[in-house]
């Protein structure tokens, strides 16, 4: 019986075999994490909560500003001609808003003080992996990421907040005994816009979170 073209076509098609194409993505790893995955996702998701909290503390800080700048505008700018001497009187009303902002600062500094030891504890897993292995190790843990690229996202975050810190702590020494509104202004609005923090934050954090399946 002849065979028609039509049945060869199907035999050879059923007869192929097709190579898998290996993805240059790595898959996730699945069940409990131990080791180095667990330490990275860890400190990924740890970054996003102490970043949730800095914002947190920025909209506090911006409350008290406002309140201060309206106490400054309303009693120290209200008669003009006023000497610098008297614009530099601190209301009596001023000293616990200023105190508040104080604490708040050191709110801020402890999620600084968290993002760098984080920061640090990547260093610190590159440092044993180069002691043990003679070299730099590009194992990838979750995706594409090894651990330089976590080490250099995490770091480059932790020099936003640390020189943002800074700022901060010199506007609140300074926001209170302004003696002109262009100032008063000027320093609320530094507050509010973090200039340290770039618009890079966001993305930085949503490469972290999905590198290691946490978005």
């Keep these: 019986m002849a065979t028609s073209s039509k049945d060869t076509d199907n035999k050879d ?3 192929l075999v097709f190579s898998p194409i290996k993805s240059p993505v790595a898959e996730l790893p699945k069940g409990n994490l131990t080791g180095k995955p667990r330490k990275l996702k860890d400190g990924a998701a740890d970054v996003h909560n102490l970043i949730l909290t800095w914002k947190g503390l920025n909209i506090d800080g911006t409350n008290l500003f406002n309140q201060i700048a309206n ?18 009187n601190l209301p009596s009303n001023l000293e ?4 508040q ?9 402890r999620v600084v003080v968290k993002l760098v030891r984080i920061s640090e504890m990547i260093k610190g897993i590159i440092e044993l992996s180069d002691y043990q292995h003679g070299e730099t190790e590009t194992e990838v843990f979750f995706k594409t990421w090894n651990l330089h690229d976590f080490f250099q996202t995490v770091n480059e975050i932790c020099e936003m907040f640390e020189k943002e810190l800074k700022l901060k702590r010199c506007l609140i020494e300074n926001i209170a005994h302004s003696n002109s509104r262009k100032l ?3 320093y609320s609005a530094a ?4 200039p340290y ?4 934050l966001d993305l930085l954090v949503d490469s972290l979170l999905l590198e290691t399946g946490l978005k």
């Design 13 to 15: 098609v059923k007869g």
């Design 71 to 88: 106490i400054k505008l309303e009693k120290v700018f209200q008669v003009d001609g006023g000497t610098d001497e008297e614009k530099c």
């Design 96 to 99: 616990p808003l200023c105190e």
């Design 101 to 109: 902002l104080l604490k708040l600062h050191k709110d801020m500094k």
């Design 184 to 186: 008063l202004m000027f």
């Design 191 to 194: 507050w509010i816009h973090q």
């Design 197 to 200: 923090i770039s618009a890079q």
